[in-house]
């Protein structure tokens, strides 16, 4: 599986963005896909995961209903769409796939990655 993160740039506070993770190989439409995003000065951490048929999701406490994760197997691509943005959200965001089903935040669970693509959000 190759990923390939688009999307990133910069947004105002309170604007939007959308990021594609665009995948290739057969396994990718079989895989468990999360965002995931390192902040500077923090660690890595999950930000949501979305499971190979849509039906199984999960995201980060922290967002609080501004991000939604889905997907579309047909054309390989997942995607995340990112409202009212706030200047915590500024990080280098990464797809990443996993083979196991569990839409899990364990990074160690997710054998393909992505080259990261930056957002900046300015207030």
């Known amino acids: 599986v190759q990923l390939q993160a688009s999307g990133g740039g910069t947004a105002q506070a309170g604007g939007s963005l959308k990021l594609t993770c665009a995948g290739s190989?057969?396994?990718?439409?079989?895989?468990?896909v999360g965002w995931f995003r390192r902040a500077p000065g923090k660690e890595r951490e999950l930000v949501a995961a979305i499971a190979r048929s849509g039906d199984s999701i999960r995201y980060a406490e922290s967002l609080e209903g501004r991000f939604t994760i889905f997907r579309n197997n047909a054309e390989k691509k997942v995607y995340l769409q990112m409202n009212s943005m706030k200047s915590e959200d500024t990080a280098v965001y990464y797809c990443?796939?996993?083979?196991?089903?569990?839409?899990?935040?364990?990074?160690?669970?997710?054998?393909?990655w992505g080259q990261g693509t930056l957002v900046t959000v300015s207030s």
């Open positions: 990443a796939a996993s083979r196991w089903g569990d839409v899990t935040a364990a990074m160690g669970q997710y054998g393909y």
């Open positions: 190989g057969r396994a990718f439409s079989d895989s468990t």
